[in-house]
């Protein structure tokens, strides 16, 4: 019997020995102690803690600005945040370093990037704004490639949609592009819509690469002479030579997948 109470009483020192070097009790003596979601005053308030109230500090966080906070054990599914000043650590708790979670899109919403072959039908340059977060317009420009050879250039704008607020995000963007090339005495013109979808890979310092596919359909295609030449010619002019872009027959004739890459920086 008596070995029995011996092992009892050891047990439950063994348990109150793990318990408080995992965890530290401690009572507020103050009225305006709050219990915070994140380890910092901007951050939404959970509750009041009562004067005399005693709270149970899982452990301890560092913040990058040196403040200490106390991770407070709530229920099994849920935690708060106490400011240092409402406690003294023992020493005896695991302490972390915390930083606030940092949407680098937000931080950095204006962006730079180079860009092809996409809606530019070749290598270009995409500037980029998101005033939004996840939401914002695109500007690019770029020279039109045909069998690997300039062909004229091109230009576009849009809207862009990041579908996460995360580093690594899918993204889509739709709007309108112009294709210009000039030969001899004619110029082509296509006007066509786009819609592209990839993904994005953003790092702290703001440089990010993209990969993705870019749908394209013209809605418009004009063909002009020098109205000089046509009147010396007697109207037998000649259509110049376009590559692959010369034999469109309708408004709606040219229609491509190309696939898209981006490696940029944002600011």
Known sequence: MNLLKLFSLLLISMHFSFSFAESLLTTISAKNALLYENPSTTSPI??????????????????????TWGKVYLTPTQVAYLPGQYFVNSGALEQKIW????????????????????????PGLEFRYLPFTRLGVTIGAGSVLDDNRSKGYSVAYGL??????????????TGVSTLTFA??????????FYINAGVEWIIRSGYFIGVGISYNRSYNVQVSYDYSYAKASNGNVKLGNY?????LDGAESLQRINPLFLLGYAF
């Open 46 to 67: 959970v509750r009041r803690v009562l004067d005399g109230e005693v709270v149970k500090i899982i452990e301890t966080i560092k913040t990058e600005k040196g403040d």
């Open 99 to 122: 930083r606030p979670v940092e949407v680098i899109r937000t931080e950095k919403p204006f962006s730079f990037a180079a860009k092809g072959t996409s809606e530019l039908f070749g």
């Open 183 to 192: 030969d001899g005495q004619s110029n082509l013109r296509i006007s066509s």
């Open 243 to 247: 590559g692959s872009f010369g034999n």
């Open 160 to 173: 862009t949609c990041l579908l996460s607020t995360g580093n690594l995000s899918p993204f889509i963007e």
